[in-house]
Antibody
Framework: QLQLQESGPGLVKPSETLSLTCTVS??????????WGWIRQPPGKGLEWIGS???????YYNPSLKSRVTISVDTSKNQFSLKLSSVTAADTAVYYC?????????WGQGTLVTVSS | DIVMTQSPDSLAVSLGERATINCKSS????????????LAWYQQKPGQPPKLLIN???TRESGVPDRFSGSGSGTDFTLTISSLQAEDVAVYYC??????????FGGGTKVEIK
């Protein structure tokens, strides 16, 4: 069974770049069965898909965030990563990494990232 | 983008009573080639990631109690909890995967005990 774990700073300054990594265990990130994605949830609010990457490196981004988002994969470490640039307070959220086979079958526990000076 | 709209935002139901949550998509999520609705329901409890309850609009995941049921087709969908239990207090989200890997979620419905 897949397990996913987010890691990265919990506090980012406005205008800087948020960087998170998701480590996958229990399966290979090179599997052609999954997309690997990021989903966020502002405190007390709903879920927003940020983007996904396929093992081949093909990326898919939410149009509303596309200009600021980069998702990459490191098959040697069985990890994938999120970078979100020029952050503001509106980017404060719990960030989840997830695996998708159409639906999201596996989620990380989530990590709270606060944007504040 | 496919926009998902849920109603109500919250509801309070007595233990043992029925809870009904509605979800509407801005365009059909029924894929004509296989006649499947690309619609899922998730349950999220405080401090936890969402848990997949139902996919294909009406197929329960393994281990999900049969008091949870999904129905609907095209653009209009419903999640029903037939007899609310205390452990069902949560926020419920619908999600379309017709445009996968791009996903969109409904705004969520908070279910509480009356």
């Amino acid at each position: 069974q897949l397990q996913l774990q987010e890691s990265g700073p919990g506090l980012v300054k406005p205008s800087e770049t948020l960087s998170l990594t998701c480590t996958v265990s229990g399966g290979s990130i090179s599997s052609n069965s999954y997309y690997w994605g990021w989903i966020r949830q502002p405190p007390g609010k709903g879920l927003e898909w940020i983007g996904s990457i396929y093992y081949s490196g093909s990326t898919y981004y939410n149009p509303s965030l596309k200009s600021r988002v980069t998702i990459s994969v490191d098959t040697s470490k069985n990890q994938f990563s999120l970078k979100l640039s020029s952050v503001t307070a509106a980017d404060t959220a719990v960030y989840y990494c997830a695996s998708q086979q159409l639906v999201v079958g596996y989620w990380g526990q989530g990590t709270l990232v606060t944007v504040s000076s | 983008d496919i926009v998902m709209t849920q109603s109500p935002d919250s509801l309070a139901v007595s233990l043992g009573e029925r809870a009904t949550i509605n979800c509407k998509s801005s365009q059909s999520v029924l894929y004509s080639s296989n006649n499947k609705n690309y619609l899922a329901w998730y349950q999220q409890k405080p401090g936890q990631p969402p848990k997949l309850l139902i996919n294909w609009a009406s197929t329960r995941e393994s281990g999900v109690p049969d008091r949870f049921s999904g129905s609907g087709s095209g653009t209009d969908f419903t999640l029903t909890i037939s007899s609310l239990q205390a452990e069902d207090v949560a926020v419920y989200y619908c999600q379309q995967y017709y445009s996968t890997p791009a996903l969109t979620f409904g705004g969520g419905t908070k279910v509480e005990i009356k």
